[in-house]
């Protein structure tokens, strides 16, 4: 069975202080790892695919990458904008009709 | 460009009451269509999804219906609500062979 796993579970930053993310999983056969921005009462806004190990993708402060166990998604020097829960999830190559796994999220503050 | 809509935005419903949550996809056709649950301060649980008019599968066995009337739209039913349907419904998008996934702006349901 596919698994995700984030941690940590939440992130107090201090404006500017850089910090990581992290998203291990376990899944047979890798199509697709996925990263969301969530904002409270809002949807899931996509924010990077990664698909195969080495690979990364930039967008502002964000940065992520990917193992063949684990993703990370790096942000350097958070604004008060980058407050919001991060969602990583799986795509296996065998999903029927491209279904997804979800981690737990990761629920980052960043302070001014 | 296409956008995704849902309704209500939120729902009060008393326990035994029937549900109904629409999904409707604009600008493209043919997509793949997912409905979500996410509890407070949780991830997201997969509850169905469909790959075309009429095909509908459950990944989680409930008290949940889903159907696909139309190309674009999704539906999301209960003949009577429990305590336990109370959530964050999420609708979701994406192509055949497109994996990213895009989110609605969600329903919150409380039933009381």
């Known amino acids: 069975e596919d698994q995700v796993t984030q941690s940590p579970e939440a992130l107090r930053l201090q404006e500017g202080e850089s910090s990581s993310l992290n998203c291990s999983y376990t899944v047979s056969g890798l199509r697709g790892l996925f990263w969301y921005r969530q904002d409270p009462g809002k949807g899931p806004e996509f924010l990077f695919t990664l698909y195969s190990a080495g690979e990364e993708k930039e967008k502002e402060r964000l940065k992520a990458t990917l193992t063949k166990k684990e993703s990370f998604l790096h942000i350097t020097a958070p604004k008060p904008e980058d407050s919001a829960t991060y969602l990583c999830a799986v795509q296996p190559f065998k999903a029927a009709g491209n279904k997804l796994t979800f981690g737990g999220g990761t629920r980052v503050l960043v302070k001014p | 460009s296409q956008t995704i809509h849902q309704w209500p935005a939120t729902l009060v419903q008393p326990v035994g009451s029937p549900l109904s949550l629409e999904c409707t996809v604009e600008?493209?056709?043919?997509?793949?269509l997912y409905w979500y649950r996410q509890a407070a301060g949780r991830g997201l649980q997969l509850l169905f999804y469909s790959v075309g008019i009429g095909q509908i599968s459950s990944e989680v066995p409930q008290n949940l219906s889903a159907s696909r009337p139309q190309d674009r739209q999704f539906i999301l039913s209960s003949k009577k609500l429990l305590l336990s349907d109370s959530g964050f419904y999420l609708c979701?998008?994406?192509?055949?062979?497109?994996?990213?996934?895009?989110f609605g702006p969600g329903t919150r349901l409380t039933v009381t």
């Open positions: 979701a998008w994406d192509r055949v062979n497109w994996y990213e996934q895009y």
């Open positions: 600008g493209t056709s043919n997509p793949n």
